[in-house]
């Protein structure tokens, strides 16, 4: 017997519950030292805290404004004060409060992206993993202040809030995306992401990982960078 | 540099507290089961989504005090019980006035049909379940998680936080109990369906 569910319904309902986690992930965080302890308390360190959680109010929302872009119709993201720009690899929204909300589920169009980003005022620099590019080298501690992340199994991808005021002047965020294992297309997404403290980061053959076969599913730009709406 | 891969499976309920993630991982796993468990025991759309909501705001409440005792569902589907049996003890104005989460606020029109087409088909639970208020609290309660939910014995346990072999003692003594009685329902399709489930899964 087919059971009708209440699709809106049930990802309202989420997006609502998702609000309701904040406080308490902020508990959770307070409970692990070995990574609180890492490294000097530099005073962005310190607000890290603070920033997590308004990351995960942010995310909650990035569910809603990712909905919008990705799965529900223009006026809904309308609804959300949100303006979209879509592909169907990626998205980038840029939010009242200055966050910029990022999602990607595919590996296509790593240049758009980036244009996008920077367009939106977010130092970046996107690239697809590849036998000659397997890292952007050390991270800085700002990668905590300035991003977090959560990967959504509604979306099948990934939602990134970037503060973009989190990067001090000269630092970059570096994305690089790939399908794990061996970048072929039904891999699992993979995200590997930081912020850098260069304005010009080199990507490198990754010495820690095994090398990876000419990516299939990353081609080509196929995709135009210009808002096209997504369908999925 | 921070590596990032998806979860490989849905999360235990002690995580979802602590990641976005896998509170969405585990909503998605277990939505279906909440909404079939509420629309077996209450007929209106926007209780039901109250009630679901309920359920969830609930479970992220009591998730940090989790023991791993059975499986996720069990745990959940226990949460949904004493949600539902607060319901029946408290009139509809005071839930308002408790609640987290306001389902219904969440609903539009095309949700609530759909809503209503899914309690609609759980109706012959529903009448089974009017069926065994004649039974004991405990007895009723294995009863309903076994032949209306489809739990096995041990999830019923489980979800009762009680013993297997004290879960399969009341089941025993409901069986007993309800062949005793007249069937309240007038529903004949639901008297056929009462004599078939009543033995458990193992």
Same mark, same amino acid.
């Given at each position: 017997? %087919?059971?009708?569910?209440?699709?809106?319904?049930?990802? #309202?309902?989420?997006?609502?519950?998702?609000?309701?986690?904040?406080?308490?992930?902020?508990?959770?965080?307070?409970?692990?030292?070995?990574?609180?302890?890492?490294?000097? #308390?530099? +005073?962005?360190?310190?607000?890290?805290?603070?920033?997590?959680?308004?990351?995960?109010? /942010?995310?909650?929302?990035?569910?809603?404004?990712?909905? /919008?872009?990705?799965?529900?119709?223009?006026?809904?993201?309308?609804?959300?004060?949100? %303006?979209?720009?879509?592909?169907?690899?990626?998205?980038?929204?840029?939010?009242?409060?200055?966050?910029?909300?990022?999602?990607?589920? *595919? %590996?296509? *169009? +790593?240049?758009?992206?980036?244009?996008?980003?920077?367009?939106?005022?977010?130092?970046?620099?996107? #690239?697809?993993?590849?036998?000659?590019?397997?890292?952007?080298?050390?991270?800085?501690?700002?990668?905590?202040? /300035?991003?977090?992340?959560?990967?959504?199994?509604?979306?099948?991808?990934?939602?990134?809030?970037?503060?973009?005021?989190?990067?001090?002047?000269?630092?970059?965020?570096?994305?690089?995306?790939?399908?794990?294992?061996?970048?072929? +297309?039904?891999?699992?997404?993979?995200?590997?992401?930081?912020?850098?403290?260069?304005?010009?980061?080199?990507?490198?053959?990754?010495?820690?990982?095994?090398?990876?076969?000419? +990516? %299939?599913?990353?081609?080509?730009? *196929?995709?135009?960078?210009?808002?096209?709406?997504?369908?999925? | 540099?921070?590596? $990032?891969?998806?979860? =490989?499976?849905?999360?235990?309920?002690?995580?979802?507290?602590?990641?976005?993630?896998?509170?969405?991982?585990?909503?998605?796993?277990?939505?279906?089961?909440?909404?079939?468990? @509420?629309?077996?025991?209450?007929?209106?759309?926007?209780?039901?989504? =109250?009630?679901?909501?309920?359920?969830?705001?609930?479970?992220?409440?009591?998730?940090?005090?989790?023991?791993?005792?059975?499986?996720?569902?069990?745990?959940?589907?226990?949460?949904?019980?004493?949600?539902?049996?607060?319901?029946?003890?408290?009139?509809?104005?005071?839930?308002?006035? !408790?609640?987290?989460?306001?389902?219904?606020?969440?609903?539009?029109?095309?949700?609530?049909?759909?809503?209503?087409?899914?309690?609609?088909?759980?109706?012959?639970?529903?009448?089974?379940?009017?069926?065994?208020?004649?039974?004991?609290?405990?007895?009723?309660? !294995?009863?309903?998680?076994? !032949?209306?939910?489809?739990?096995?014995?041990?999830?019923?346990?489980?979800?009762?936080?009680?013993?297997? @072999?004290?879960?399969?003692?009341?089941?025993?003594?409901?069986?007993?109990?309800?062949?005793?009685?007249?069937?309240?329902?007038?529903?004949?399709?639901?008297? $056929?369906?009462?004599?078939?489930?009543?033995?458990?899964?193992?």
């Amino acid at each position: 017997m %087919t059971r009708p569910i209440p699709e809106g319904f049930k990802h #309202r309902l989420l997006l609502e519950l998702a609000e309701q986690i904040p406080e308490q992930a902020g508990g959770h965080l307070a409970a692990r030292p070995a990574v609180l302890s890492s490294g000097p #308390r530099s +005073p962005m360190w310190r607000r890290r805290p603070f920033l997590a959680g308004a990351g995960a109010v /942010a995310a909650a929302g990035v569910i809603a404004g990712a909905l /919008a872009a990705g799965a529900a119709s223009p006026p809904m993201a309308k609804a959300h004060g949100q %303006t979209p720009f879509t592909t169907a690899a990626w998205t980038v929204t840029t939010k009242p409060d200055g966050s910029v909300v990022v999602t990607i589920r *595919d %590996t296509r *169009d +790593p240049a758009g992206l980036q244009a996008k980003l920077r367009a939106a005022e977010v130092p970046a620099v996107v #690239r697809v993993a590849s036998p000659s590019c397997g890292t952007f080298g050390g991270a800085t501690q700002e990668t905590y202040s /300035a991003l977090t992340e959560t990967y959504s199994q509604y979306l099948k991808g990934w939602l990134f809030v970037v503060h973009p005021d989190g990067i001090q002047p000269g630092h970059t965020l570096t994305i690089l995306i790939q399908r794990y294992p061996n970048g072929q +297309p039904g891999g699992q997404l993979e995200v590997t992401s930081g912020v850098v403290a260069t304005s010009h980061p080199q990507c490198r053959p990754d010495p820690g990982q095994p090398a990876l076969p000419a +990516p %299939t599913a990353t081609a080509p730009s *196929d995709v135009p960078s210009s808002a096209v709406p997504s369908s999925s | 540099m921070r590596r $990032r891969r998806p979860p =490989d499976s849905v999360p235990g309920p002690r995580a979802i507290t602590a990641d976005r993630a896998a509170f969405e991982a585990f909503y998605l796993a277990h939505f279906d089961e909440v909404l079939g468990f @509420v629309a077996r025991r209450v007929a209106d759309a926007h209780t039901a989504a =109250d009630l679901t909501a309920e359920v969830f705001a609930t479970a992220l409440d009591a998730a940090p005090s989790y023991r791993g005792e059975g499986t996720a569902g069990a745990w959940l589907t226990g949460i949904a019980r004493h949600v539902v049996a607060a319901e029946y003890r408290r009139a509809s104005r005071d839930r308002a006035a !408790v609640q987290r989460v306001n389902g219904r606020r969440l609903l539009d029109a095309d949700d609530i049909s759909r809503l209503e087409e899914r309690i609609d088909a759980e109706r012959e639970a529903r009448a089974l379940c009017r069926q065994m208020q004649q039974l004991p609290e405990s007895q009723r309660a !294995v009863l309903e998680l076994i !032949v209306i939910d489809g739990l096995s014995l041990p999830e019923s346990a489980a979800a009762l936080g009680v013993a297997p @072999v004290t879960a399969r003692v009341r089941l025993h003594r409901a069986r007993r109990a309800l062949r005793q009685f007249p069937p309240a329902s007038q529903d004949s399709r639901s008297t $056929r369906t009462a004599a078939a489930p009543l033995e458990a899964r193992p």
